[in-house]
Every structure is written in C-alpha cells, then in structure tokens.
C-alpha cells in the first residue's frame, strides 16, 4: 500500500511538472511576464472552493500588493491574514515562474476558524469569499484598534473616541462601494433616501440575457403597495411608493455574485439556474445615483470563479484570470493558457436542460482609474 501510494505521489508530481513547462512554452520565454509567476494550489479534499477564489483574489493586482505590504510589516500573531499573507508571498517569490503550491497552512487555519469549512465538503464559493474579505477586514481592523490603545498612533497620541465606528481599511479601499435605496411617495413626490455599503454584489439571473440585463433586474423600480405601503413622514401616513437601488459610490473592485443557487419547494433543496448569462470583458455601470461619484467609470474584467456541475454541494469550481495580456484557467494544481474567446464557454447554457454547466459564477471587474 505504501508502495503504491509513493507510485502515485510521484507519478502525480511528474504530470504537474509537465503542465508547468507545458505553459512555460506555451506563454513563451519573451512573452513570460518579469516577476509573475502562475502556481496551481493542491487540493485538501474538495478545497477547490476556496482554491478558486485565492487564485481570482491573487490576480486582483490591488489587493495582491496590500496583502505582500502586510506580510513585509511586524511578524503578528498567526491568523487567517498571516496565512494567506505567507501564501501570496510563497508564490510571489518562488526561483520557478511556474509549478504547484501545498496551501496547507491557509487551509489548517481555516478549518481551524470557521467549522463551516471544517470538513471535506463542497462548499460555495462566494459564501468563503465572504468570510475571508470580512474576516480580514476584523483583523485590521483589530489590530487598529490594539495600536490605538497602546497609544501607537501615527501621531503619536491616544485616541479617546473609542465608541467611534472603525475606520475602513483596504479591504473597504478597494472592495466597498454604496448602495442608495431611494423611497418616492406616490403621494407628495418626496424622495427619501438609505445609503448601505457592500464588498460585493449579488444578482439574480435569467436565461440568454447579460450582466448588464442582471443589473438592470437589481435596480428595477418596485412598488410598495396593498400592506407593503411605504410609511411617508412628509404625509404621516402609509403611503404608495416607488423604491430603487442605485449605486452611489463605484468600488475599485467590483465583485458581482450571480445567484445560480435557488432553493425548489417541490424538490426540497437548492438546484442549478445554467442560463446563459453573458459577461463582458468591459463593463460601464448604468445603474448609479444622481450624486454618484465617477459615473462613467470603466470596469475590466479580470478574474472569474466558475461553477462546474449540477448543484451547489456537489460539482467543482475552477478560476480563470487575466494576468498581463492574456488570461490563464486555474484548476487547483493543474494551470492552462486559454484564449479570450474561450470565455464564452463559461456564460452557461442556452437551454433550460438541468446538466452540468460551467458556468461564471463570481466575476471580478477592475476599475481603469
């Protein structure tokens, strides 16, 4: 048995060395990006989940460069952060440009924290994105708060208004944008207006439609009416109303999750929506607020988590990127280059037949400016 398993270890290793200089080739010695490399993560047992979503955040160019700064500063108490910190810099400065990469630490810490992934299960993808980017972000801001009481302030003195609210950190800086719900009374005309901030974006989806289709279903007007009246203070009673959700402020980083999960009464759990929906490489948000700051800003697509499979406890998830110019698919250890058209295959199914599909299910979108 030990024989054997030592046989398939290094016949494993083998078929990973020959992926890597396959691509090595294949991007070529003069296209080969200076001081980029492209590592494929080891599986630990349905991890792709989470493998997918460090490979699009490592290729998120702003948040990639905080988190190595992070790793360079004071050696702090072992944490998520530290981990994931300690694995980007790993990559980042392996002698190979390419090859594999055990995230064991990362994934240790992990289930360590959390017992949602504490087992050997499928789990989603934007549910870890989730907690990884909130989780971060308690951790900085934390350790803010630490320097703060032990008088370590930049300026040297101690903050005395520890009831204020934390201040944003660089998780928010390039992940938070603002929502505004605007509330017009039918009735007076009045318009009142409720700002939320979010890291991402979930929308619903369609068959054969587009992003921008999705976009346009989450800032559709709907009327509150029948026992759902909108209560106006202006008229100082329930009133009809249309309410809205525009996007106030645009983040550097636009996460946008499709919800392919739905949850079928009649078949008591959640199923696969593998409409096509398609995702361009350009985005130019329509649906901002009167008082938007930067309207017109344009969005580049460069990292999508893609859904392999019929549902979301069982199937694969896989990543594919754009790193300089030209994009990579990132399927745990194995890393491919594909072509731009290639994209395509992954907007979802034109037909309603429940079947596997891969299909774009977390998109990142990078602001120009």
């Excluded at 790793?71 to 090859?99: M, W, Y």
């Excluded at 603002?178 to 979010?198: H, Q």
């Excluded at 619903?204 to 009327?223: A, K």
């Excluded at 509150?224 to 009133?239: D, F, I, P, T």
Aim: aromatic letters at 10%; one cysteine or more; proline letters at 4%.
């Amino acid at each position: 048995m030990e024989i054997l398993m030592t046989v398939s270890k290094i016949a494993s290793i083998c078929t990973m060395g020959a992926n890597a200089s396959a691509l090595e080739k294949e991007i070529g010695p003069e296209q080969f990006p200076v001081n980029e490399h492209y590592f494929g993560l080891v599986n630990f047992g349905n991890t792709c989940y989470c493998n997918s979503v460090l490979q699009a955040l490592y290729f998120c160019r702003p948040f990639r460069d905080k988190v190595l700064a992070y790793k360079s500063q004071p050696r702090k108490k072992e944490n998520l952060l530290t981990c994931l910190a300690d694995l980007f810099h790993s990559i980042a400065t392996q002698k190979k440009k390419v090859g594999v990469i055990p995230p064991k630490k990362f994934i240790t810490r992990l289930r360590k924290e959390n017992e949602l992934f504490d087992n050997y299960m499928q789990q989603d993808a934007h549910e870890f994105l989730n907690y990884l980017l909130n989780t971060i972000a308690d951790i900085l801001q934390e350790e803010r708060k630490q320097e703060k009481q032990n008088g370590r302030l930049p300026n040297g003195s101690v903050d005395s208004e520890s009831s204020s609210p934390p201040d944003p950190t660089w998780v928010h800086e390039i992940f938070q944008g603002t929502l505004t719900n605007e509330t017009r009374c039918l009735t007076c005309e009045t318009v009142s207006s409720k700002d939320e901030d979010f890291l991402d974006l979930s929308v619903d989806v369609e068959q054969n439609t587009s992003i921008t289709h999705c976009l346009r279903g989450f800032s559709n007007t709907e009327t509150l009416c029948s026992e759902y009246k909108y209560y106006c203070e202006e008229c100082r009673s329930k009133q009809e109303a249309h309410k809205r959700m525009k996007v106030k402020k645009l983040p550097m980083i636009l996460a946008l999750h499709l919800k392919r999960f739905k949850y079928m009464d009649q078949l008591h759990r959640y199923t696969k929506l593998s409409y096509r929906v398609v995702f361009p490489l350009e985005l130019r948000l329509f649906n901002t607020s009167g008082d938007a700051t930067n309207p017109d800003r344009m969005y580049d697509l460069v990292a999508v988590v893609v859904h392999c499979g019929s549902g979301p406890n069982r199937g694969h998830y896989i990543a594919i990127v754009k790193s300089h110019d030209f994009w990579l698919l990132f399927d745990d250890d194995i890393v491919e280059k594909i072509d731009a058209q290639a994209i395509e295959e992954f907007y979802g199914l034109t037909s309603d037949i429940s079947k596997n599909s891969e299909s774009g299910y977390i998109l990142f979108y990078q602001s120009r400016d």
